[in-house]
């Protein structure tokens, strides 16, 4: 038995980079014959560490279950729920907390950001960082362990994650017995590892340069507009090596059309013309599904439903797993 498992965490609409980096490969490995069981869900708990609107968690919860559905996620094949519909995840969270040492968590990525970012303010090392943050990997661990997860397809920002997962099933299968815990392994999706934002960067919320993904055609069409891009002249023949356009081209086209445009860089292409071709692709892709998920938001029971549905799935299985981490680590 192979489960895949991964979670997106509801901080706002999702955006390409989203897109690309964890739900259109999650959805392709759906279809893949090596995973007997995939599970997909919306991580709103670790989403607390920074949202304190209820109206906006909410609709962020919603706005992240329509977006799977939308871009075409087989329910058939996968279950989708919600993180915090599953108590046991929180169980299972306290017990890894009590195997984890307190400096593995300072070592984690983004609670060493945060404090950096302090130090170079010059306020408290800890000024801004609430409990929640700071054990943000144990409960993205549980999450992953209660299901006896074999593979997570995230980003390469979430390696360190999947690493810390690993570490604490390991322990706890030295301490318990080695069929405590599965010992998890990441799955990096090269071609949508790195998605550049607008301007360059990755494309991330935390550097606002993001193109979310359910803008109506005329915001796209202005967003896209908007990625950088340098002073030279339409006529001069252009890098498609070098290109944002391009880079983002590439996620969406067909071959045949990547070969096409590359042709009209080098034979000098406006990059207006280069940013209309992006749009294009881009729309292509999204209209179909930006139509179900105009439906969906606009009749919420519909995704209470598929939630409910994946929730009695998901607690089947974290009930059962539980069952026997709870036994082998408490003994009752
Ligand atoms: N931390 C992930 C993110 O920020 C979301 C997440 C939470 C997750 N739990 C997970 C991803 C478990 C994979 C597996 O995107």
């Given at each position: 038995m192979k489960t895949i498992l991964t979670g997106i965490k509801p901080t706002g609409t999702p955006h390409l980079g989203n897109?690309?980096?964890?739900?259109?490969?999650?959805?392709?490995?759906?279809?893949?014959?090596?995973?007997?069981?995939?599970?997909?869900?919306?991580?709103?708990?670790?989403?607390?560490?920074?949202?304190?609107?209820?109206k906006e968690y909410k609709e962020n919860v919603y706005s992240v279950a329509a977006t799977w559905i939308a871009l075409g996620l087989d329910l058939d094949k996968a279950i989708l729920f919600k993180q915090s519909d599953i108590p046991e995840v929180f169980e299972l969270t306290w017990m890894l907390q009590c195997l984890t040492p307190k400096g593995d968590m300072n070592r984690a990525h983004s609670y060493k950001a945060k404090v950096q970012q302090n130090i170079e303010n010059k306020t408290d090392e800890d000024h801004g960082v609430n409990m929640g943050l700071y054990n943000y990997p144990i409960l993205m661990s549980a999450d992953i362990l209660l299901y006896d997860t074999n593979i997570v397809p995230v980003g390469k920002d979430q390696i360190q994650h999947?690493?810390?997962a690993r570490s604490i099933a390991q322990r706890a299968n030295?301490?318990?017995?080695?069929?405590?815990?599965?010992?998890?392994?990441?799955?990096?999706?090269?071609?949508?590892?790195?998605?550049?934002?607008?301007?360059?960067?990755?494309?991330?919320?935390?550097?606002?340069?993001?193109?979310?993904?359910?803008?109506?055609?005329k915001k796209l069409r202005k967003l896209i507009n908007k990625i950088t891009t340098d002073s030279?002249?339409?006529?001069?023949?252009?890098n498609p090596d070098d290109s944002i356009i391009m880079d983002l081209y590439k996620l969406f086209a067909r071959p045949s059309e990547i070969q096409a445009l590359?042709?009209?860089?080098?034979?000098?292409?406006?990059?207006?013309?280069?940013k209309l071709a992006l749009f294009e692709v881009v729309n292509e892709y999204l209209s179909g599904p930006r139509e179900i998920y105009t439906n969906l938001m606009n009749d919420k029971t519909q995704i209470d439903k598929i939630l409910d549905r994946g929730r009695s799935q998901a607690k089947e299985l974290a009930e059962k797993n539980m069952k026997r981490i709870r036994k082998m680590i408490t003994g009752f």
């Open positions: 897109l690309l980096g964890a739900i259109r490969p999650a959805i392709e490995l759906t279809n893949n014959s090596d995973f007997d069981r995939s599970l997909y869900f919306i991580a709103d708990s670790h989403a607390l560490t920074s949202i304190r609107d209820p999947i690493e810390i030295q301490l318990y017995g080695a069929s405590c815990l599965v010992e998890p392994q990441e799955l990096i999706q090269e071609a949508g590892a790195y998605v550049p934002g607008l301007d360059g960067r990755k494309m991330s919320k935390s550097y606002g340069n993001t193109i979310s993904l359910w803008e109506t055609e030279s002249a339409p006529e001069e023949p252009k590359e042709k009209r860089y080098k034979e000098g292409i406006g990059w207006g013309e280069a």
